[in-house]
């Protein structure tokens, strides 16, 4: 069994930052992907930024130069570090991760419960 422990999210003012955390626990043999979304109820969920095992990431275009993804492979976590957060950065923000448990598995994607991220004076 696998599971994605999140943790980070908080209220906080126009113009300051949070670190969101996400690691991936179980049995794990590999994680491709990593990445945050984030949804409201007045939107469908929406990808924030992707970070793949090996290569760039990618950022929605909301978020450029403010965000930040990276994933510390030996503890198979992803952490999304936000600056300058704005009103409608607010969102609940789930994790997601492409992993297989086995060298001769599937790859299985998993989400997050997700962590609510308020910007707000």
């Known amino acids: 069994q696998v599971r994605l422990v999140e943790s980070g999210g908080d209220l906080v003012q126009p113009g300051g930052s949070l670190r969101l955390s996400c690691a991936a626990q179980?049995?794990?043999?590999?994680?491709?992907?990593m990445a945050w979304y984030r949804q409201t109820p007045e939107k469908q969920r929406e990808l924030v930024a992707v970070?793949?095992?090996?290569?760039?990431?990618n950022y929605a275009d909301s978020v450029k130069g403010r965000f930040t993804i990276s994933r510390d492979n030996a503890k198979n976590t992803v952490y999304l570090q936000m600056n300058n957060l704005k009103p409608e950065d607010t969102a609940v923000y789930y994790c997601n991760a492409a992993i297989k448990s086995t060298l001769w598995g599937n790859v299985n994607g998993y989400w997050g419960q997700g962590t609510q991220v308020t910007v707000s004076s």
């Open positions: 179980g049995i794990i043999f590999s994680i491709n992907t």
């Open positions: 970070i793949p095992s090996g290569g760039s990431a």
